[in-house]
């Protein structure tokens, strides 16, 4: 399956965004899709993910309470939610899908892209 990640930007410090990963066939259901993220000189870190289902795999430190993650499988979609955006979250944003969950990178399979989202203060 191909992954396709879209919707970073620049955005001030506190606003919101919404990524999209969507997937190139119906297949991407049977997956858990994950979102990482790798900031400039750091390493790739996982962020949030969602399961087959539509449940909410656990999020990262980081970002608790802050993103979160919803798929829609008629659209072979899955959206990351970004509230309160601090300049530490500038990263280039990734999702991945596995056939189990996973904090781990190399756990996954498929990978989009990636998409810059630059927030600035």
């Known amino acids: 399956v191909q992954l396709q990640a879209s919707g970073g930007g620049l955005v001030e410090s506190g606003g919101s965004l919404r990524l999209s990963c969507a997937a190139s066939?119906?297949?991407?259901?049977?997956?858990?899709v994950a979102w990482f993220r790798q900031a400039p000189g750091k390493e790739r870190e996982y962020v949030s993910g969602v399961d087959q289902r539509g449940f909410s795999t656990p999020s990262a430190a980081a970002v608790e309470g802050r993103f979160a993650v919803s798929r829609d499988n008629t659209k072979n979609t899955v959206y990351l939610r970004m509230n309160n955006l601090m300049p530490e979250d500038t990263a280039i944003y990734y999702c991945?899908?596995?056939?189990?969950?996973?904090?781990?990178?190399?756990?996954?399979?498929?990978w989009g892209p990636g998409t810059l989202v630059t927030v600035s203060s």
């Open positions: 991945a899908a596995g056939a189990s969950f996973s904090t781990v990178a190399a756990t996954y399979n498929h």
């Open positions: 066939d119906r297949a991407f259901r049977a997956y858990i």
